[in-house]
C-alpha cells in the first residue's frame, strides 16, 4: 500500500535542488530545515465528496489535523459505526421495500501496520461521537457471549427466568484481528456464525436445556458493530472465510492517508471550528419502551405488551426510487448467476446502510430519508472500502509468499545440515570400522563398508568415502570406477 513516504518519492521532481530543497527523513524540507509540502495546492482527487456536505468537510478536517493525521475515510467509517451503535435497533432499512427490514450493523476493517493509527483512529470518532448511549463495548471471547452483551437472566416471582434488557447496542471493539481470529479457531466455536447472523440483525443465542443459560436475542431486538484492526499479513482471519461471506460484509480502510498534508492546523483549534462534532446523539429517535422490548426478550412470558409489539414499532427509512431499482437489477443478476466477485456479493446492502448512517449523520433530529446524493456519497464509501480491500489482499499475498519463501529457505538450510552432519558422523564410523579390521589392508568394496555401518548412515556412505579420500585418510585400490561404491578402499 502507498505511504506518505511514496507519495513523497512520486512528487521528487517537484522539489528544486538549487532552492535548498531535499528530502530529508522521507518528508521534503528546506535547507533551513523547515517542512515543504509538495502536494499543497494539488486537487483533491476526493475534493467533491469531502465537501457535499459539513459534517465530511469536517471529519476530513479533522482527520487531517496535527495532532490526529489518520485517513479520512477510516475516521469516516468509525464515525458511522459509533452512530449506528447509537441509533434504536427498530430503526430499520427496507430498500427493496419487501416487507423484510434490513439492520443498520456495521463491521469496519482498519488496515495498516503495527503502529499506523488503528487506535488513532477509533479514538478520534469517539472524540467526534462521545455518547453512543451507554452501549455495551466489549472484545469477543466467544459466540456465545456476544448474547450475554444485551440481556441477563434474572428470577422471576414464581421462581422462573426470564430475560432482563441491559441494553440494545453493542459496539465490539477489537484491536488485533489475530484476537477474533484464535476465538474463532477454538473447538466448537460459534463466533464466526454469530457475527454472520448479527450482521443480519437474525436471532442470535441458543436454546440451551437449562433455562439459565438460556440467551436468545430475537430478531433486530439489538444493534451491534463492530470495529477491528487488521494488519494486512495477517487478514486472511477474514479473507479466508470468504464462502462464509464474513469479508463481504466489512468496510475495509487503510488508516494511513497518502494525501496528508505535511503543514496541518492543531487539533484543538480544528475541534473550535467543528459545528457538526460532537455529535448529539440526543437528537437521535428514542429506544423502544422497555416493556415492549423485554416482551419481545420473552416471548412466552405473559404481560401487559406482546412480543408483536415490538415489530410494529419499526421506523423505516426511505430511499429514492432508483435505489429499489438497483436491488431489484442486482437480485436479476444474482438469480442469473452474473455476480462475478464473491467478495461484492453483499455490496449493495451495506451501500444501503452506509447512506442510511449518511442521512443520520447530517440530519440527526429528523427521520432519515435518504437522499440520492446520500445514496451517490455511500456509492463513493463503497468503491474507495473495495479499493482498500484489493490493496489488501495484494499485500497479504505478497506477505504470504515471502513467508513461504522465508520457510522453503530454511527447509533447504536445515537439509543441507542435516546432510552435513550425516556425512560427518559417516565418516568417523567408516574410520572406526577399517581401523578395527587389519586385515583389510589390501582394500575392501565401499559396498562392503556400507554394510557394515549403521542404518541410520549408510546413506551418506558414498558422499563421505568421497570426503574421505579427497581429505587423504583413505586412498584407492586399483582404478578408479567412477562409484564409491564399487572402489576398493584402504586406510592410507
Same mark, same amino acid.
Given at each position: 500500500m502507498m505511504t506518505d513516504l511514496d507519495t513523497a518519492t512520486d512528487v521528487r521532481d517537484d522539489i528544486d535542488p538549487l532552492r535548498g530543497q531535499f528530502m530529508g527523513d522521507g518528508i521534503p524540507r528546506s535547507a533551513g530545515g523547515q517542512l515543504l509540502d509538495p502536494l499543497e495546492?494539488?486537487?483533491?482527487?476526493?475534493?467533491?465528496?469531502?465537501?457535499?456536505?459539513?459534517?465530511?468537510?469536517? %471529519?476530513?478536517?479533522?482527520?487531517?489535523? *496535527?495532532?490526529?493525521? &489518520?485517513?479520512?475515510?477510516?475516521?469516516?467509517?468509525?464515525?458511522?459505526?459509533? &452512530?449506528?451503535?447509537?441509533?434504536?435497533? =427498530?430503526?430499520?432499512?427496507?430498500?427493496?421495500?419487501?416487507?423484510?427490514?434490513?439492520?443498520?450493523?456495521?463491521?469496519?476493517? $482498519?488496515?495498516?501496520?503495527?503502529?499506523?493509527?488503528?487506535?488513532? /483512529?477509533?479514538?478520534?470518532?469517539?472524540?467526534?461521537?462521545?455518547?453512543?448511549?451507554?452501549?455495551?463495548?466489549?472484545?469477543?471471547?466467544?459466540?456465545?457471549?456476544?448474547?450475554?452483551?444485551?440481556?441477563? *437472566?434474572?428470577?422471576?416471582?414464581?421462581?422462573?427466568?426470564?430475560?432482563?434488557? $441491559?441494553?440494545? *447496542?453493542?459496539?465490539?471493539? &477489537?484491536?488485533?484481528?489475530?484476537?477474533?481470529?484464535?476465538?474463532? *479457531?477454538?473447538?466448537?466455536?460459534?463466533? %464466526?456464525?454469530? $457475527?454472520?447472523?448479527?450482521?443480519?440483525?437474525?436471532?442470535?443465542?441458543?436454546?440451551?436445556?437449562?433455562?439459565?443459560?438460556?440467551?436468545?436475542?430475537?430478531? =433486530?431486538?439489538?444493534?451491534?458493530?463492530? %470495529? /477491528?484492526? &487488521?494488519?494486512?499479513?495477517n487478514a486472511g482471519v477474514l479473507l479466508d472465510e470468504t464462502a462464509s461471506g464474513l469479508p463481504q460484509r466489512f468496510l475495509w480502510f487503510d488508516v494511513r492517508d497518502p494525501e496528508m498534508p505535511v503543514n496541518a492546523m492543531e487539533t484543538d483549534r480544528v475541534a473550535d471550528m467543528l459545528t457538526c462534532f460532537p455529535y448529539d446523539s440526543s437528537r437521535l429517535p428514542t429506544d423502544p419502551d422497555s416493556a415492549v422490548l423485554r416482551s419481545y426478550y420473552n416471548p412466552l412470558s405473559d404481560g401487559i405488551c406482546k412480543p408483536s409489539d415490538y415489530p410494529r414499532s419499526y421506523r423505516y427509512v426511505t430511499y429514492p426510487d432508483v435505489v429499489a431499482g438497483e436491488f431489484d437489477l442486482q437480485r436479476i443478476r444474482v438469480n442469473h448467476g452474473a455476480v462475478t466477485d464473491p467478495l461484492d456479493a453483499h455490496r449493495l446492502m451495506v451501500t444501503a446502510r452506509v447512506a442510511a448512517l449518511l442521512a443520520v449523520l447530517e440530519r440527526p433530529g429528523a427521520f432519515p430519508n435518504v437522499t440520492e446524493a446520500e445514496w451517490r456519497n455511500a456509492t463513493t464509501i463503497l468503491e474507495r472500502s473495495g479499493s482498500y480491500r484489493s490493496e489488501c489482499i495484494r499485500d497479504m499475498k505478497r506477505a504470504r509468499s515471502s513467508l513461504r519463501a522465508d520457510e522453503l529457505e530454511i527447509s533447504e538450510t536445515a537439509k543441507s545440515e542435516v546432510q552435513s552432519r550425516g556425512v560427518e558422523t559417516a565418516k568417523d564410523k567408516i574410520l572406526d570400522w577399517m581401523s578395527s579390521q587389519p586385515r583389510l589392508r589390501t582394500g575392501v568394496k565401499g559396498r562392503t563398508i556400507t554394510q557394515h555401518i549403521t542404518r541410520a548412515c549408510r546413506q551418506y556412505v558414498s558422499p563421505a568415502l568421497a570426503e574421505l579420500h579427497t581429505d587423504g585418510y583413505i586412498s584407492l585400490c586399483g582404478d578408479d570406477t567412477g562409484y564409491e561404491s564399487r572402489n576398493m578402499w584402504r586406510l592410507t
Amino acid at each position: 500500500m502507498m505511504t506518505d513516504l511514496d507519495t513523497a518519492t512520486d512528487v521528487r521532481d517537484d522539489i528544486d535542488p538549487l532552492r535548498g530543497q531535499f528530502m530529508g527523513d522521507g518528508i521534503p524540507r528546506s535547507a533551513g530545515g523547515q517542512l515543504l509540502d509538495p502536494l499543497e495546492g494539488t486537487p483533491d482527487p476526493d475534493d467533491a465528496f469531502w465537501k457535499s456536505s459539513d459534517a465530511l468537510e469536517e %471529519i476530513r478536517m479533522y482527520a487531517r489535523s *496535527r495532532g490526529i493525521r &489518520v485517513n479520512p475515510w477510516a475516521l469516516l467509517s468509525a464515525v458511522l459505526a459509533r &452512530v449506528s451503535v447509537a441509533l434504536p435497533p =427498530n430503526i430499520v432499512a427496507d430498500p427493496l421495500r419487501n416487507g423484510q427490514p434490513i439492520p443498520l450493523q456495521l463491521f469496519i476493517a $482498519l488496515l495498516g501496520p503495527s503502529g499506523a493509527g488503528k487506535g488513532i /483512529t477509533e479514538r478520534a470518532a469517539a472524540n467526534l461521537v462521545p455518547d453512543i448511549r451507554s452501549a455495551s463495548t466489549h472484545i469477543p471471547a466467544s459466540g456465545e457471549g456476544i448474547p450475554t452483551m444485551f440481556a441477563v *437472566r434474572e428470577r422471576t416471582d414464581d421462581g422462573g427466568t426470564r430475560l432482563k434488557p $441491559l441494553t440494545p *447496542r453493542a459496539l465490539l471493539s &477489537v484491536p488485533e484481528i489475530t484476537h477474533l481470529g484464535g476465538a474463532a *479457531r477454538r473447538i466448537g466455536s460459534t463466533l %464466526i456464525s454469530t $457475527l454472520l447472523s448479527a450482521f443480519q440483525g437474525e436471532p442470535i443465542g441458543a436454546a440451551n436445556r437449562n433455562e439459565a443459560d438460556r440467551y436468545e436475542i430475537p430478531r =433486530n431486538g439489538y444493534r451491534l458493530c463492530l %470495529i /477491528t484492526g &487488521v494488519q494486512p499479513a495477517n487478514a486472511g482471519v477474514l479473507l479466508d472465510e470468504t464462502a462464509s461471506g464474513l469479508p463481504q460484509r466489512f468496510l475495509w480502510f487503510d488508516v494511513r492517508d497518502p494525501e496528508m498534508p505535511v503543514n496541518a492546523m492543531e487539533t484543538d483549534r480544528v475541534a473550535d471550528m467543528l459545528t457538526c462534532f460532537p455529535y448529539d446523539s440526543s437528537r437521535l429517535p428514542t429506544d423502544p419502551d422497555s416493556a415492549v422490548l423485554r416482551s419481545y426478550y420473552n416471548p412466552l412470558s405473559d404481560g401487559i405488551c406482546k412480543p408483536s409489539d415490538y415489530p410494529r414499532s419499526y421506523r423505516y427509512v426511505t430511499y429514492p426510487d432508483v435505489v429499489a431499482g438497483e436491488f431489484d437489477l442486482q437480485r436479476i443478476r444474482v438469480n442469473h448467476g452474473a455476480v462475478t466477485d464473491p467478495l461484492d456479493a453483499h455490496r449493495l446492502m451495506v451501500t444501503a446502510r452506509v447512506a442510511a448512517l449518511l442521512a443520520v449523520l447530517e440530519r440527526p433530529g429528523a427521520f432519515p430519508n435518504v437522499t440520492e446524493a446520500e445514496w451517490r456519497n455511500a456509492t463513493t464509501i463503497l468503491e474507495r472500502s473495495g479499493s482498500y480491500r484489493s490493496e489488501c489482499i495484494r499485500d497479504m499475498k505478497r506477505a504470504r509468499s515471502s513467508l513461504r519463501a522465508d520457510e522453503l529457505e530454511i527447509s533447504e538450510t536445515a537439509k543441507s545440515e542435516v546432510q552435513s552432519r550425516g556425512v560427518e558422523t559417516a565418516k568417523d564410523k567408516i574410520l572406526d570400522w577399517m581401523s578395527s579390521q587389519p586385515r583389510l589392508r589390501t582394500g575392501v568394496k565401499g559396498r562392503t563398508i556400507t554394510q557394515h555401518i549403521t542404518r541410520a548412515c549408510r546413506q551418506y556412505v558414498s558422499p563421505a568415502l568421497a570426503e574421505l579420500h579427497t581429505d587423504g585418510y583413505i586412498s584407492l585400490c586399483g582404478d578408479d570406477t567412477g562409484y564409491e561404491s564399487r572402489n576398493m578402499w584402504r586406510l592410507t
